[in-house]
């Protein structure tokens, strides 16, 4: 149990009891949308206990604040509230969080970072403190920022948070499946990690030849996890996958999307929606499906995290018109027994997409490296 430590200075403090926010923020990710993922803790101030604990419920209800808040009860009366994201002050499907914690009693707030949803934009915390409430704002920003990064892109750039996912073997090479028949050269705890990826996204997107070369199913298979599998979306600009594939036979189990070119042929658009996929026409540019459209398509319907997963030619795909926020590589230790393709090495084949390496740790026998894209302050 988290207790405040004897001389510790209240930012110090304060960071402590905000990455317990981050934390929770994290642990539904890829389950709320349309709402962002938040954490909220209640700390008594003078003990420095944590009473309770919130975060945002699967289907973006009830907010972090009304379930911390319900768990602590009376408790919460002259406390303090850290939260990820701003306490919301709109009426939506429920009534504002910001009022809750007035008629809570909450003596403080601390917050991550403003909402910058035109519903909120401030418009919360100036409720509280017009309410007599202290507030303290830019806590743990930059993560706080980073874990409400899909909900920040959808309602300010009308895209997803796109993450990519690579494997590789360890001379950085690709493989490639054949006749429906997956490659793999990473092992059993990377691609445990890879599905756990899956689950914290809204959905995961592959081009045309990864479904004819490795007939996925794109689902989540950690035990407990089918659930949280995302939509899957393909790329296809001639409708060109076959109808017995994997994913359009699951297609009313787990969503498929698909988006296509606007000459692609109406037989085929009829059988695929006839199965229960999406099929979504955009325009195309230099003879490729214009990604722009895509993403704000995918924006639309409620995606704030999209997983890319392949391949290589989508991978670039996104790095040229810039819908790069995250890459996610894990790479094998030993030599790749199997057919690849070739791929320059790791991150270098992103042209103009300013990453930095922000974690590289072990998995199992394999290397996980996380990039994150460089934004200016």
């Known amino acids: 149990m988290a207790k405040v430590k004897p001389n510790e200075p209240s930012a110090e403090r304060d960071a402590r009891f905000m990455d317990i926010a981050l934390a929770l923020a994290r642990r539904n990710l890829g389950a709320t949308a349309p709402n962002p993922s938040v954490g909220a803790v209640i700390v008594d101030e003078a003990s420095g206990e944590v009473i309770a604990r919130g975060w945002t419920q699967s289907g ?18 002259g406390a303090t509230m850290y939260v990820t994201l701003e306490p919301c002050s709109h009426h939506g499907g429920t009534p504002p969080c910001a009022d809750a914690l007035i008629e809570a009693g909450i003596a403080r707030v601390v917050v991550g970072i403003e909402d910058p ?38 309602v300010s750039e009308r895209r997803p948070f796109i993450q990519l996912k ?12 054949s006749d429906g028949k997956p490659v793999w050269v990473t092992g059993p705890d990377a691609r445990a990690r890879g599905h756990l990826l899956r689950a914290m996204s809204d959905a995961i997107l592959v081009g045309r030849s990864t479904v004819a070369d490795d007939d996925p199913e794109l689902t989540c298979r950690l035990p407990g996890l089918y659930e949280r599998s995302p939509t899957r979306v393909v790329l296809a600009r001639r409708l060109d996958i076959s109808l017995e594939c994997k994913l359009v036979r699951t297609a009313r189990s787990v969503p498929v999307i698909v988006f296509c070119g606007p000459e692609a042929p109406d ?16 325009r195309e540019v230099d003879g490729a499906l214009w990604l722009p459209a895509v993403t704000e398509a995918l924006a639309a319907r409620n995606i704030t995290r999209l997983l890319v997963e392949g391949g290589p030619a989508v991978w670039r795909s996104f790095a040229r018109v810039g819908f790069v926020d995250e890459v996610v590589v894990f790479q094998a230790r030993g030599p790749g027994g199997a057919k690849l393709t070739s791929l320059d090495p790791p991150i270098a084949f992103l042209p103009g997409i300013d990453l930095m390496l922000t974690m590289h740790r072990k998995v199992g026998s394999d290397d996980m490296m996380v990039f994150r894209r460089s934004r200016p302050e």
């Open 60 to 77: 973006g209800r009830p907010h972090a604040e009304t379930e911390a808040l319900r768990r602590a009860g009376p408790r919460a009366r």
């Open 166 to 177: 690579l494997a590789l073997d360890a001379s950085g090479n690709v493989p490639r499946g």
């Open 117 to 154: 949803d035109a519903r909120v934009a401030g418009r919360g915390i100036e409720r509280l403190r017009a309410a007599g409430i202290s507030v303290t704002r830019g806590v743990r920003s930059a993560e706080a920022d980073w874990v409400t990064r899909g909900h920040i892109l959808r």
């Open 267 to 282: 037989e085929q658009r009829a059988a695929l929606t006839e199965r229960g996929c999406e099929v979504v026409p955009v």
